[in-house]
């Protein structure tokens, strides 16, 4: 569905983007994911063709974006850095000026999406008395109008409250599960980027340094969080077990995959050591990625599949 072929940008001779090869193939839930000037919002925008790469070429569908831009996104909708409305017009007035940029699009089709968003109770109101919310449903149900295939979305619940958040994270995923949708997304909320990208890929300053799943990342180490009542004991026992201790996190990393922490249990309480919890230790996206961007290296393992 998309393709990127070296895509790079410079402003002023200072590089936003690095060159960028990258692929997101059709019906997948794709997250661009990294700090404020990172690189993604270009990487958006040389996607979009409202940016000109200093090198490379972006392909949507196999069409050159540089070269035959209107093709090439006939099939594309955007929430791309804050939506613009005029405020003094109706929702659906909005939606029916912008439509008609594109193709004109029957009543019952623009209600349908509208439904679909769940602005259907005020979209006749003036988009002045929107809420937040209610205009990032009304640029989602924009985005949607095209028919696309393909859906970018730039920081879609940037100031959404935790429901709205919910929401949002629900019609993303009934997008690409009951429409078949392509959906790329950047976001700072890395637990809900978890929660709908099969995969991702992390820029830091301008050069992607990881693609792939993101679990790929977590490593193969299997810790434990202990509570216990001697942590001189529990030492001693960890180490005969071939486990490691960290005194501070209060964190046992096992041996190998194969341990079993039952046996781990059972050799502290031989030490006379009173264990009141073990708690399995899983890292999320956002451990992953913050060590990533710390690290600051790129990684071998691409998986572009």
Known sequence: MVHLENLSKTFRGKPALEPLTLDIPAGEVFGLLGHNGAGKSTTFGLILGQLRPTGGEAFVRGISVQRDRAR???????????P???????????????????????DAEMMETVRFVGLEKRI????????????????LAQA???RPELVLLDEPAEGLDPEGIHELRELILQLNRERGLTIVLSSHLLTEVQ???????ILNKGRMVFQGHWQ?????????RLEVDDWERTGVAVTACGATLDAETHTVTLASQEADVADLVAALVGADVRVRAVEPVRQNLED?????ISEGTAFDRIDAA
């Open 72 to 82: 090439a996104l006939e099939k594309v909708g955007a929430i791309f850095e804050t």
């Open 84 to 106: 613009a409305f005029y405020d003094y017009l109706s929702g659906w007035r909005n939606l029916s000026i912008f439509t008609a940029l594109s193709r004109r699009v029957p």
């Open 124 to 139: 006749h109101d003036p988009v002045s008395a929107y809420s937040h919310g209610m205009r990032q449903r009304l640029a």
């Open 144 to 146: 949607l109008l095209p």
């Open 195 to 201: 929660q709908v990208c099969s995969r991702i890929a």
């Open 216 to 224: 790929e990342l977590a490593g193969d180490k299997v810790r434990y």
């Open 288 to 292: 992953v990625y913050l060590r990533t």
